[in-house]
């Protein structure tokens, strides 16, 4: 029986106000590959990044890929915020 996927959600908090979320979304989008991302609004000038990323259906995967992300410079913390399970 072959694995399934899992659908991640990810918030990508950046450092600061200062932190480009233009250049952060570029490294994220060119190491990642995510299906979807944005930035959304938390308010005094502060956004976060949501990612939503397909992976395979393994064990820790998840976190890792969220132990990758924490590496980008510009980036504070990163959270999974939602996971269900792929077609």
Known sequence: MSKGTVIVTY???????????NRLQEEINKKFQPQKMEVVPIGFGLNFIKMIKVLDEEEGLADRVADEIATIEGVQSVEIIGMSRGL
């Open 11 to 21: 918030r990508v908090m950046p450092k600061g106000v200062e932190t480009d979320l």
